[in-house]
């Protein structure tokens, strides 16, 4: 009799590679009573993942809007492929040379309007090798508007407090905004008040010297004159509506408006607002009075 080690070799040539029990090698007689042992299946932690193929691995490691321009970082391997890179706005199309060991570009976007922007890596031959889109918006609202006396802001004097005015404007949009401080219009038909188209003198400035809001923060507007005649809120009785005596405005209230213009192609913000005149009228000089109280407020 074959010993165990010579059985177990037997079994291997006439059977699977799996050892199965009762199997003798040469007995085509005799029942196959074998079992398969089923093969396992990978696990989910072995189950190889996809990995990107040349053609999935982008020529930009990095691009987008970083306050005043839109930055362009190329990865390593494309410096030796990418001759140029072009941004297209609704505005206009730029290009920039790529140097041999810079990666880092950037395009200023201060007057290129929102909509969808088209970043392309170009060789030498000028042929498009990776094209990708952006969309891009614009989007402003005004916040915190207010005399400063409604505002607790201290001004120069109480009175200075009670007749001028102050607003926030938040970029709550992709490009950045440069308010054109001498068209911020402040109209109240009801009240003769047409602010700077009236008086260039008065008009709004910004706290800040650098008045590009970028995206995600805001600037502080205020009616920009030292005198207290000139302020929009301060009312000439002769300037009072028709029929109207510098008595009846008290406590009453009239609707306007306040629009916001740009330097670059933005659409004007329009803030409908209603002006409530305070309850106790007071004279600067014989021709002019402000209204103690007033309040300015987003309709």
């Not at 005043?68 to 492929?81: H, K, N, R, Y």
């Not at 404007?169 to 219009?185: H, M, T, W």
């Not at 008045?211 to 005198?227: E, K, L, M, Q, V």
Request: charged residues 25%.
């Amino acid at each position: 009799m074959p010993s165990r080690r010579n059985l177990l070799k037997i079994g291997a040539s006439t059977c699977t590679a799996t050892i199965i029990a009762g199997c003798f090698g040469g007995d085509s007689d005799s029942e196959d009573t074998s079992t398969n042992v089923p093969e396992e299946t990978p696990s989910e932690e072995e189950t190889p993942t996809e990995t990107d193929t040349p053609e999935d691995v982008s020529l930009f490691a990095d691009y987008g809007i970083n306050e005043t321009g839109f930055t362009v970082e190329l990865t390593q391997s494309a410096l030796g492929e990418v001759a140029q890179i072009q941004l297209e706005t609704p505005s206009e199309e730029r290009i920039i040379e790529i140097q041999e060991t810079i990666t880092e570009y950037t395009f200023e976007i201060v007057s290129d309007r929102a909509g969808v922007w088209s970043l392309t890596a170009l060789t030498s031959n000028d042929d498009a090798v990776e094209t990708v889109e952006v969309e891009i918006t614009f989007e402003a609202s005004v916040e915190e508007i207010g005399t400063l006396a409604q505002l607790g802001i201290t001004g120069e004097s109480p009175e200075y407090e009670q007749v001028h005015m102050q607003m926030t404007i938040i970029n709550d949009g992709d490009v950045p905004l440069e308010p054109d401080q001498d068209k911020i219009e402040l109209v109240v038909p009801g009240l003769n008040i047409d602010v700077p188209t009236f008086d260039a003198d008065t008009s709004f400035s910004a706290e800040d010297e650098d008045d590009i809001i970028t995206s995600g923060n805001d600037g502080i507007y205020t009616t920009a004159t030292d005198s207290l005649i000139r302020a929009p809120f301060t009312l000439e009785t002769y300037n009072l509506p028709d029929g109207v005596d510098r008595d009846d405005p008290v406590g009453e209230s009239f609707q306007g408006q306040i629009k916001i213009v740009y330097e670059a192609e933005r659409e004007d913000t329009t803030v409908p607002i209603d002006v409530i005149m305070g309850d106790n009228v007071m004279e600067f000089n014989s021709t002019s009075v402000y209204y103690e109280g007033t309040e300015v407020k987003k309709r």
